[in-house]
């Protein structure tokens, strides 16, 4: 089983749709969570952390289940500038593959 | 502030060449990052560093070799450049291992024929 897994898409939504992500991480002694976001062509750049209590960042929501080892990321009100591909992200402390793993993403296009 | 430079941005190099890629940051982050990605296959960690003078192998280390002689600098290097390494290489950087995001550099598109 792969340490994150994330459907891959795409998701393809109209403008003003809401949609949601969601991700799998392996590894239960994961301490920190995070979305990252990437343009085409482009580096990935920090979106949010995720927190156990969850946590909402303007039309974006982020959700963490540590039971179900489970990260969610919801987008209301889509825009056309929310096309990207969405990185899910999990912090594992030490050993051989560094700190944070990277799942594929899941890439989103919003359409007029 | 500049974030984290790499260079050089675009490379096309021959089976057999050598080259060096460099990475500067300018915030003081103890710990940077050397990743590839490919189509399909995500971001995978090539090697990294968690300080001056000291580096680690990632997950995919094979066939590069690194370097951080300078706490704001981390080179990656191909000995003998294959068709294999033709990717899109990313550095990134840091504050701490635990918890903390990275602040990636734009990239740098390496071509290998």
């Known amino acids: 089983r792969k340490e994150v897994e994330q459907d891959p898409g795409p998701f393809n939504v109209p403008e003003g749709a809401t949609v949601a992500f969601n991700c799998t991480y392996s590894n239960s002694a994961s301490q920190s969570f995070f979305w990252y976001r990437q343009d085409c062509r482009k580096e990935p750049k920090l979106l949010m952390s995720v927190y156990s209590s969850g946590n909402e960042d303007g039309r974006f929501t982020a959700q963490l289940n540590r039971a179900s080892q489970y990260i969610s990321l919801l987008i209301r009100d889509s825009k056309l500038s929310d096309s990207a591909t969405y990185l899910c992200v999990v912090n594992v402390y030490g050993g051989s593959q560094g700190n944070l793993i990277f799942g594929k993403g899941t890439k989103l296009s919003v359409k007029p | 502030n500049a974030g984290v430079t790499q260079t050089p941005k675009f490379r096309v190099l021959k089976t057999g060449q050598s080259m060096t890629l460099l990475c500067a940051q300018d915030m003081n982050h103890e710990y940077m990052y050397w990743y590839r990605q490919d189509p399909g296959m995500g971001l995978r960690l090539i090697h990294y560093?968690?300080?001056?003078?000291?580096?680690a192998k990632g997950e995919v280390p094979d066939g590069y070799n690194v370097s951080r002689l300078k706490k704001q600098n981390f080179l990656l290097g191909l000995e003998s450049a294959a068709p294999s390494q033709t990717s899109v290489y990313f550095c990134a950087s840091s504050y701490s291992g635990q918890g903390t995001g990275y602040t990636f550099g734009s990239g740098t598109r390496l071509t290998v024929v």
């Open positions: 560093s968690v300080g001056e003078g000291t580096t």
